[in-house]
Structure formats: C-alpha cells, structure tokens
C-alpha cells in the first residue's frame, strides 16, 4: 500500500465548506432572512435622497449629449452619418438659423398701423420663409451627396435631421455644435 503524503488530503479531511453538512433553510426562513421593510425609516430622508440622485443623472446625462458623447446620444443621434451631418451643418451658415428672429421682427412690424409696413413686413416674411425652406432643401441633397461619397450609402432620414438641425438657431441645437463655422468635416 502507499503511504499518503503530506501534500495528499484525503476526502474525509478535506475543510467543510459552509453549505455542506447544514440543513436547507425553509422558505418562509428564507424569506424571513431577505424581509426588508417596504417604507424606509425616515421617509423624508429617502425622498431626498431619490431626488437628489435623479438629479444627478439628469445632469450627467445632459452634460454628455450636450458634449455630443455617443453613450448619451438619444438613437436619432447616433452613428457616424449622423455625426458627419451635424459637423456639416454647424460648419455651415443657414437662412434658416436666424428664421425665428426675423420671423418675430417682421410680425412685429406688422403690428404697425400704417399699411404700407404691413404689406412690405408680410411680403418679407413670406420671402424669408420660402428662402429658407429652399436653403433647407440645398442642404439636405448636398449633404446626401457628401454622405453617398463619403459612406456610399445615405442613411434613411438624414436629409431631414440636416434640414430640421439647420433650421434650428445655433444655440439651441442639441448635442451642442462641436466645430466652428467654415470647419467642414473631410
């Protein structure tokens, strides 16, 4: 027979686990063990505490889609056409930009009470406007063709995100303009 040697353990001296050789718990001691209680002690506390931390993820989460981070990017953001677009555009200088602005000048002025105002300042609106759409509708089939060039294929919808982006004043487009005007994407 051999002898065992020191570095052999036989099965019967082997270290017992913590599982092995105690009784399964009941459900109910199962259950009893896991209980916690359904309101919090302090409930004004907690409420806080919930807030606070929503908060927190709020601003995380603004601060990363203003920053432009694909992580936080809601899913008509994301991808690398969509991010070619919004370079283009913010690289771009739009009519339809400032198309709040002067809307708000021009209805203005036709508050005037002297008609000739009133005629020319909704003749000018009516003109801004349709200049701007036609703008809107250069950009979406130029950037349609830089897409095709670029990529060969041109996502479904981009031409809209590029005139919807292009309307918007610069300031309130979100995720906020990462390059400066004239800085096309290559």
Known sequence: MTQPTPGDE????????????????????????????????????????????????RRKYNEGMAAGDERYLPARDKGPQKKFVRHYVDARTSLGELLLPVMLVLVLASLIPVV????????????????????????????????????????RGVGWYAAMRGLQMRVLRLPKPQNKRGNYPA
């Open 10 to 57: 036989s099965p019967a001296e082997a270290p017992k686990n913590d599982k092995k050789g105690t009784r399964t718990p009941t459900r109910a001691e199962q259950e009893a063990a896991r209980k916690r209680p359904l309101v919090p002690d302090d409930r004004k506390e907690a409420a806080k505490k919930a807030k606070s931390d929503a908060a927190e993820q």
């Open 116 to 155: 000739e105002v009133q005629a020319y300042a909704m003749i000018a609106l009516y003109v801004y406007l349709l200049a701007a759409i036609a703008d809107a509708i250069i950009l979406t089939f130029t950037i349609k063709r830089k897409l095709r060039a670029k990529f060969g294929t041109a996502e």
